[in-house]
């Protein structure tokens, strides 16, 4: 006898009929009918109809059927609300069941009711079950309040029901412990003020521990992602907690493994890296990061993807487990693309050739994918293994005879990169490269073979003829290659002036007047007149030594890394990206997590092991894409911010006292020879900008005392016919990183006002009074009182419209009276919303184009200087400054009270009173609030 | 942590079941699930994505996917690992998981749920642990070929292949006439490269010693192991004296007591109902037996000609009298080759030119112990220049072997200690090797 008879009942009146069935006296037909009409249900059928009746079923002692009773008012409390009152007796009643069953069952449901009614009732048997003596009731409780207070936070803080959970963690069950501790943390998550209440120490750890060793694998992940987020007091406490947790790493659910890994990762920073302690630490770790990958492939991609980082963060650890991570050919696709990156991170000279003979392998496969960041990976072997460079470009050479389009393609692309690294070494085989010309398809690899050929153009005899060729279809050619083009037949005439002055007056004339292209037009200008000023400038400019690249040129940034290592086995692990960056705006801010700096003496601290971390110049955010790994070629790069050369700036002001700038702005041009190096000599122009911010580092100091954040005038909010009597103006300030709204209140009524509250409607932003409104009472007619109302960020959130309109509620004697206002977006900067240039210029990058907006500023009366400290009283910070041909870039970046992350552009003009700026944000909806809050900050 | 939503799809994207916990996201997640199985095919992407910060985990398994959505940042692992373990838990409480079986069961299944995820969070996983609070009874769908009756004591000797297919937890009515049965599953993966002057460049092995239990009143087990078994020693040298087996990591399930292990190489086990993994090792090395497979191939390559001879030699080295079953070669070919002209050895092999794939398949139905098998392929068109020859190669074997596993472990008796001797269970130890990666290098 199966279910599936349910589902086919779908005669004419068949609610009625199980209307009669409800009703009946057996119980064994009520069952039946139940269960017809929950099938019904789970196929979509509308039975809200029978609500009252099932209902009556309620009253039984048969589990099974309650059971089912219960599932049917899950679903359809919802739209039934004042029916589901109907059920609440039960309920109370079940919560003082004998059968412990019974009362977790009807715990639990009520939980998942969610009507604001039930919820008040749920309150008593919640309390009674908290304290419940059969431990599966009490287990069943704690987490009845984590989602208690998804529902209503205020109502489980009034009860005190998180005083009860704090109970709970010392509960002689351990499966009571788990669930409380899970409870717990979600809580603290969401809510800031609950971390107050409920505060994790050594005791409350120590009492986790005992019960990591007794109580289930998913319990034993709970507790450990607690211990994670505790810092000990000293080295000592980390080392027992270390020694506590190490048993399970040997876990067979990868879940603890990972969660112990990352307990101990964490912990690892305080302590000494000499000890005999961290070695062995480091030992015990391999183990079960290898026994992960020998799981199904779901969890071997999660795995992998932590891997990743944990391998750069401490390449010991794996060190010698190189073979693990060969890729096996039935992988999915997307578990061998993350071992071939890490088969790179771990690849040295000793182990180069085992590498090398494997890549090769997979650089004949089928999945194009697959294949083209093999080949990549040799590319990265050969610039990261020196010795072992030579042995890569054969084997890059074989893979070019196959002839097959896209492994040519990606070979030349890292060739290329090869020569970067080691000029003058390899070029014999520029020849074989040339015959594999016409096959080329791929921008990135045009480009890649223009660069060679006009790298090396002495070299090559008929270089002329081959970029002639490449120049007929000039306009068919991405912006990438047109610039390579550009550069390399400036380059090929620099080196052979006499043959090629025809085709370079071609390209310049092609590049200066029938290109749209600003940046290819600009470039185009400065060539032009460097060879017709002076050639030998010229020379020295185009030609001169290049910096080489640099080994590892995706590396996460190292407070990335660390932050990361906090994050093990979450999400962020997997995207690598911080949580904020996609969780999405649950009330309060998590704060952000940091590893713990080691609590030992002070000169222990430079000695820790180095970091693989390259000239920070040299890093480029980690493109989650396949194949932008290495080079990072997108058409966006062109629109990064240090190559947005004002279209035409050249051509009307550009003279001879300008050649220092455009020897600048050729800094940036020449080296750019493709995506990836046009990014990196911006990104030291980046550091270089802040070299000339440095001095706001002093600003920093005394901007904030000097001058206060601006304050709006005060506005009327609530006019004396609409207050009753009571009028209400108001505006909003920030201080000392605290919201403040200021009011004056203003009683025009002939009687005193007494008992004054104030409430906020759900806003965009979760602003809440954070005390009540301190009015003397009471206020007598005409009189006027002044009063500041901090508020806080983490009330409960509901977008509005516009974002920060805010609806407000005033009670006192005579009436509750309501108005709203909009709230300037610029109290809700935060402090810390300086970003890092290197997070600044990789958050810029990551947000797309199409969300960028423009805005004008007008008559602003400020230079670059004044309004950078202008805008930094209001919180929004310039991470870097750069000039470029006579206009001042202004790069900079805010934090709103809830995360969310805007960037902008500031374009000034010295001597125009109107400035352009540009914003970025994943949030476009804050842009017109963040533009107003330029506008007042820079008019006042 | 916790989880918002659980759901089970269909291979078209039908939603087979779902349960809420949580108050839900502005994003629904079926409508997520099904947007992303237009994208792209599931089993190609990564097992996480994200919509609107709605966190979506799935896996994959017998063509129906196990889906769960978190609004919170929750641990990745955990997620896909409490969805591997849902599956298990269904496979053992509606017996086999198919669309059929979920929606027979759907009663049965949503309170599972509500056990195994309470308000979300992730509780008790064990089947045995869950079957105490659950109150319907699994409805078993029966396969025709499952009703045929026994003939008379012949049901003693062969059980049928999908024997284990069965709920764990029995309905009511099933119980009086509950067979004591009691599978134990030794199952070898084998990843090898051999390099191609036959010698083995990379050799690993990963094995399990699975365990499913249909007896009454949960009696302890003893299983006895190779009283040779070496495990982690870093003495290699020892693998030359005789018959010692030998074994470079194991691990063993919570539950069992490995008092009389060192000694006696017995380990007890009280086994909770279900499926479980009594114990899992690897090996890496050089195996007992050595290989089971060898491929010889000759390359004959006309410079007149464009087409290129392919000879193949398949040679099965399995010590007794096992067979493989279902083998399989991948040959990669030139990307050129438009056909090919084959020559078999013998009547129970085919083999086809997958075109889209640039790959032979060379199939073999049974290879039995010290059989030669030889194929010859022209491929025809294949050689556009010198080097298109690379392209050949490496083949890739798929293989299942019964009875036989390669690092040799071996049961030497599985006792059950029912302290009442109420019935005399039936028991039934199969040896199972199979390839996961095994790959032959041409040059």
Redesign the interface.
């Known amino acids: ?4 008879k349910y ?1 086919t009942t779908t005669k004419k009146g068949e609610i009625f009929e199980l209307k009669a069935e409800l009703n009946s006296e057996k119980k064994d037909r009520k069952k039946e009918a139940v ?1 017809k009409v ?2 019904s249900m ?1 196929v979509g059928k509308d039975v809200s109809a029978l609500f009252p009746d099932v209902v009556n079923c309620m009253q039984t002692d048969n ?2 059927l309650k ?2 009773v219960y ?1 049917y008012l899950m679903n359809y409390a919802k739209s039934q609300p004042d029916m589901a009152i109907l059920a609440v007796n039960t309920f109370v009643k079940d919560c003082e069941d004998p059968n412990p ?1 019974i009362r977790a069952l009807a715990v ?1 449901t009520m ?2 009711i ?1 009507v604001d009614k039930i919820t008040e009732y749920l309150c008593e048997p919640l309390r009674k079950c908290l304290k419940d003596e059969d431990p599966y009731v009490r ?2 409780a704690a ?2 309040v ?2 208690l207070y ?2 209503n936070s205020q109502l489980v803080e009034d009860q005190g029901f998180l005083d009860s959970l704090r109970e709970l963690l010392s509960d002689s069950n351990p ?1 009571v412990v788990a ?1 409380a501790v ?2 717990i ?2 809580i603290m ?1 969401t809510s800031p003020t609950a971390s107050q209440i409920i505060n994790l120490n050594s005791q409350i750890i120590n009492k986790l521990l005992t019960a990591l060793n007794e109580c ?3 319990g034993q ?2 507790i450990l ?1 607690a211990v994670a987020d505790y810092i000990p007091k000293d080295e000592r406490e980390a080392q027992s907690i270390c020694e506590r947790v190490t048993p399970r790493l ?1 876990h ?4 603890v493994v ?2 112990a890994i990352k307990v101990i990762m964490k912990l690892m920073e305080m302590i000494d890296p000499k000890s005999e302690f961290f070695s062995m630490l480091t030992k015990k770790l391999a ?1 079960p990061l290898v ?1 992960l990958l ?1 799981t ?4 071997q ?3 992998l993807r ?1 891997i990743n980082f944990i391998v750069q963060k401490r390449p010991d650890i794996l060190k010698s487990e190189m ?1 693990v991570f ?1 890729v ?7 578990v061998k693309l993350e071992k071939l990156d890490i088969m790179i991170r771990l690849t040295n000279h000793q182990n180069i050739a085992q590498v090398l003979a494997e890549l090769k ?1 997979y650089a ?3 999945d194009v994918d697959f294949v083209r960041k093999s080949v990549r990976a040799i590319g990265r072997c050969a610039i990261k293994v020196e010795q072992a460079a030579e042995r890569c470009v054969s084997t890059l050479l ?1 893979l070019i ?4 389009n896209y492994v040519v393609q990606e070979a030349i692309v890292v060739i290329k990169d090869i020569f970067r690294k080691y000029p003058n070494k390899y070029e014999s085989i520029i020849a074989t490269l040339c015959e594999n010309l016409d096959t080329l398809d791929e921008p990135e690899a045009r480009a890649s073979m223009i660069w060679i050929i006009g790298e090396y153009a002495e070299r090559i005899e008929n270089a002329d003829e081959l970029l002639e060729s490449f120049l007929e279809s000039f306009h068919d050619e991405g912006t990438q290659v047109q610039l390579q083009l550009l550069t390399a037949v400036v380059k090929l005439f620099l080196k052979r002036p006499t043959g090629a002055q025809e085709l370079v007056q071609q390209v310049l004339s092609l590049a200066t007047q029938d290109c749209d292209n600003p940046d290819l037009r600009d470039r185009g200008y400065i060539y032009w007149r460097l060879l017709s000023t002076d050639p030998a400038a010229a020379k020295e400019v185009v030609l001169a030594e290049k910096p080489l690249i640099s080994e590892e040129t995706d590396v996460i940034e190292p407070s990335l890394l660390d932050e990361l290592i906090c ?1 093990i ?7 690598h990206k911080p ?1 904020n960056a ?5 009330g309060g801010v ?1 704060a952000r997590q940091s590893l713990l700096p080691r609590m030992g003496s002070s000169d222990l601290t430079s000695e820790l092991p180095p970091l693989q971390v390259t000239p920070q110049a040299a890093v480029i955010p980690n493109v989650d894409s396949l194949i932008g790994d290495l080079l990072d070629i997108n058409p966006s790069a062109v629109q990064q911010p240090s190559v947005m050369v004002p279209s035409g700036g050249l051509g009307t002001s550009s003279g001879p006292g300008q050649s220092a700038d455009i020897m600048d702005l050729l800094g940036d041009g020449f080296g750019s020879i493709l995506g990836t190096s046009q990014l990196s000599p911006s990104g030291a122009d980046f550091l270089g900008g802040g070299r000339s911010s440095g001095a706001f580092g002093m600003d920093d100091v005394f901007g904030v005392q000097s001058s206060t954040a601006f304050v709006p005038p005060l506005e009327m909010w609530l006019p004396t016919d609409k207050g009753k009597g009571l009028e209400i103006a108001g505006t909003f300030s920030r201080r000392n990183g605290q919201v403040f709204m200021e009011l004056n209140l203003t009683n025009r009524a002939i009687q005193p006002m007494t008992s004054f509250a104030i409430q906020f409607n759900k806003n965009s932003f979760g602003l809440v009074p954070t005390q009540q409104l301190n009015v003397p009472s009471p206020l007598l007619p005409n009189q006027s009182v002044n009063l500041s109302l901090p508020l806080g960020t983490s009330g409960p959130i509901q977008r509005m419209d516009p974002l920060t309109n805010l609806q407000v509620a005033v009670k006192n004697n005579i009436d509750v009276l309501y108005f709203s206002c909009l709230v300037p977006m610029h109290i809700l900067f935060m402090e810390d919303g300086k970003m890092e240039k290197l997070t600044f210029l990789a958050t810029w990058k990551e947000i797309p184009v199409q969300s960028e907006m423009q805005y004008e500023l007008k008559d602003v009366h400020y230079n670059a200087d004044a309004a950078t400290q202008k805008l930094q009283t209001n919180n929004i910070f310039t991470v870097a400054k750069r000039s470029i041909d006579g206009w001042d870039m202004l790069y900079q970046s805010m934090k709103l009270t809830n995360g969310i992350l805007v960037l902008a552009e500031l374009k000034i003009q010295p001597g125009n009173p109107s400035f352009m700026l540009s914003l970025k944000s994943t949030t476009a909806e804050v842009y017109q609030g963040v533009y107003k809050a330029y506008e007042n900050s820079l008019h006042l | 942590m916790f989880l918002s939503e659980v759901l089970i799809l269909s291979p078209d994207g039908t939603c087979l079941l779902s349960k809420n916990f949580r108050r839900g996201s502005s994003v629904n997640s079926h409508d997520a699930f099904v947007a992303r199985m237009q994208e792209q095919r599931l089993t190609d992407s990564s097992p996480y994505f994200s919509v609107n910060g709605l966190n979506c985990f799935f896996i994959c398994r017998k063509s129906l996917y196990f889906c769960a959505t978190s609004t919170a940042s929750v641990p990745a692992l955990m997620v896909i690992e409490s969805l591997t373990r849902f599956y298990q838990i269904l496979k053992d409480c509606c017996g086999t998981v198919n669309e059929e079986s979920i929606r027979a069961n759907f009663i049965l299944i949503h309170e599972l749920l509500d056990e195994y995820l309470n308000c979300g969070y992730v509780q008790l996983s064990t089947t045995e642990k869950l079957k105490s609070y659950v109150q319907s009874e699994p409805a078993v769908l029966r396969s025709s070929e499952n009703q045929a009756a026994g003939l008379f004591g012949l049901e003693f000797r062969v059980a049928p292949s999908n024997a284990a297919d069965r709920p764990v937890i029995r309905p009511r009515v099933d119980q009086e006439q509950r067979k004591n049965e009691i599978f134990l599953d030794i199952i070898e993966r084998l990843t090898v490269v051999i390099a191609a002057n036959g010698t083995m460049s990379r050799g690993e092995l990963q094995g399990q010693v699975n365990l499913k239990c249909f007896l009454d009143g949960c009696p302890q087990l003893k299983i006895g192991l190779n009283k040779d078994l070496v495990i982690g020693s870093k003495d290699k040298s020892l693998k030359s004296y005789g018959n010692v087996v030998y074994l470079d990591k194991c691990t063993f399930h919570n539950s069992v007591n490995l008092d009389e292990f060192t000694d006696k190489k017995i380990i007890s086990v009280q086994p909770p109902e279900g499926e479980f993994s009594v114990m899992t090792y690897a090996l890496e090395g050089d195996f007992p037996h050595g290989l089971p497979f060898r491929i010889y191939s000759y390359i004959k390559d006309d410079a007149s000609s464009r087409d290129v001879e392919l000879n193949l030699k398949l040679r099965c080295e399995l010590p007794g009298n096992c067979q493989a079953i279902d083998v399989v070669a991948h040959i990669p070919v030139p990307s050129k080759t438009t056909g090919i002209c084959q020559q078999l050895s013998s009547l129970n092999q085919s083999a086809q030119l997958m075109a889209a794939e640039k790959k032979i398949e060379w199939r073999l139905k049974k290879v039995s112990n010290k059989a030669e098998h030889s194929a010859s392929f022209k491929l025809v068109g294949a050689k556009e220049n010198k080097s298109c020859l690379i392209e050949i190669g490496p083949i890739i074997l798929d293989f299942e072997i019964s009875g036989f596993v390669c690092s040799n472990l071996q049961i030497q008796f599985l006792r059950v200690f029912d302290r009442e001797l109420s019935y005399a269970p039936m028991k039934w130890v199969r040896y199972i090797t199979t390839s996961d990666s095994y790959i032959v290098k041409l040059k």
């Open positions: 006898m199966t279910d599936s589902f269960k929950i099938a789970t589990l099974e059971k089912l599932l069953l639990r939980g998942c969610r287990k069943t987490v009845c984590a989602k998804d529902i499966m669930n899970a409870a943390s979600e998550e289930t694998e998913w992940v709970f992602d040997a067979a659910n990868s879940a990972l969660s183990p026994t020998a199904e492939p779901e969890i991609y999660v795995s932590n073979k060969f096996k050919y039935n992988d999915p696709i997307y392998e004949t496969e089928v074989d005879q196959t002839k097959v994050h086995s979450t999400l962020s692990s997997v995207y949580p996609f969780i999405e705006g649950r998590p």
